[in-house]
C-alpha cells in the first residue's frame, strides 16, 4: 500500500557506532491512529530506533518519513514542533512549579514562545483553564495546584503524559512508560496512554508485555538490530521466532 497511510515510517533505517551495527534496515510503519509498540529483548536496538525517529541521533542510512514529508535530516526541535513529540522526561518537569504552571509553560511554549513566562492575564487564564483539561485528562486533577515535586512517581510520570499533550503531537512517541512502576500504577497508566492515544497515533517502546499486549494495534519485535517480525500482539506472541529472541538473552 502507499505511505499516505502511515503517519510515521522508516525505511531502511541503520545505524552503526563504530563498526558496530546496532540498528539494520528497520523498515518501520506506523499507521494514523493507533498505538504501536516496539518490542524486543535487551540489545534488539529499540531505544537507538527511537532516537533516530525523535532525531535525537543522526541515521547512518535509510529515511524517516513523517506526516508525508522527509525528516531523515530535520532536527529534533524542528520534528517536534511538526508534531513527532517525544514525551517530556522527569527531568523536564520543573519540580518546584504547580501542575497547573508545568503544563500551562507548555502550552504557552507551544502556542506563544515569544511571550515570557507572566503574560498577560488573559491570555494566561485561558492557557490556565487548557492546562487543568489536560490536567483532568490524565486523571491529576485533585492534585493541580500541588507543586510537581510532592507527586509520587507514577502520578509524575502521568504529568510527563499531559506536558507531551501540550505539545499537540501527532505521533507521541513514549519511551517505556511504566518502567519502574508498580502494579496499580500500570493499570493506571494504561489507562491514560489510553485515553492520551485518542485522535492520535503512539509509538511506544515497552518491557511490560500485559501493557502491550492491551494497548497496541501493532508490535514491531526487533532483535539484534533487525525486525524479527510485526503484527498483532496475539500474532508476534505466538511466534517461535519471538520466543527463541526473547530466551536467547
Ligand atoms: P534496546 O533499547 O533494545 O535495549 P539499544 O538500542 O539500547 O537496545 O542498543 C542496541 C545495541 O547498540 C546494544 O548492543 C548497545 O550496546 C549498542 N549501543 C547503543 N548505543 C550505543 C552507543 N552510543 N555506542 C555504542 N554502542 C551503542
Given at each position: ?5 502511515y ?14 551495527q ?17 518490542v ?15 532525531r535525537?541521533?543522526?541515521?547512518s ?9 522527509d ?9 517536534a ?14 519540580p ?27 491570555r ?8 487543568m ?7 491529576l ?5 500541588q ?8 502520578r ?13 503531537p ?15 500504577d500500570?493499570?493506571?497508566?494504561t ?10 497515533s ?9 501493557v502491550?499486549s ?36
Open positions: 500500500g502507499g505511505s499516505q497511510n503517519i510515521l515510517e522508516t525505511r531502511g533505517m541503520c545505524k552503526s557506532f563504530g563498526g558496530f546496532a540498528v539494520e534496515g528497520v523498515n518501520l510503519h506506523v499507521a494514523q491512529g493507533t498505538i504501536h509498540a516496539m524486543g529483548p535487551n540489545g534488539a536496538g529499540k531505544t537507538t530506533c527511537f532516537n533516530l525517529i525523535t535525537f541521533l543522526d541515521v542510512k535509510g529515511q524517516i518519513i513523517f506526516d508525508g514529508k525528516v531523515t535530516k530535520r532536527g529534533a526541535s524542528h520534528v514542533k511538526d508534531g513527532l513529540v517525544r514525551s517530556f522526561q522527569i527531568s523536564a518537569i520543573f518546584d512549579m504547580t501542575l497547573i504552571e508545568n503544563v500551562r509553560f507548555a502550552l504557552q511554549q507551544r502556542r506563544m514562545p515569544a511571550m515570557n513566562f507572566w503574560g498577560s492575564a488573559a494566561l487564564s485561558v492557557l490556565e483553564d487548557e492546562a483539561q489536560l490536567i483532568e485528562h490524565v486523571g486533577g485533585a492534585y493541580a495546584n507543586r510537581a515535586a510532592t507527586l509520587p512517581y507514577g509524575k510520570r502521568a504529568l510527563e503524559i499531559a506536558t507531551t499533550l501540550a505539545m499537540e501527532k505521533v507521541m512517541l513514549l519511551d517505556e512508560p511504566t518502567a519502574g512502576m508498580g502494579h496499580e500500570i493499570e493506571r497508566i489507562e491514560v496512554i489510553r485515553k492520551a492515544a485518542v485522535g492520535r503512539v509509538l511506544m517502546v515497552e518491557h511490560n508485555l500485559r502491550v492491551e494497548l497496541s494495534d501493532r508490535v514491531t519485535v526487533l532483535a539484534r538490530g533487525q525486525v524479527l517480525t510485526e503484527g498483532s500482539y496475539a500474532e508476534v506472541a505466538d511466534d517461535p521466532r519471538v520466543k527463541e529472541a526473547y530466551l536467547g538473552t
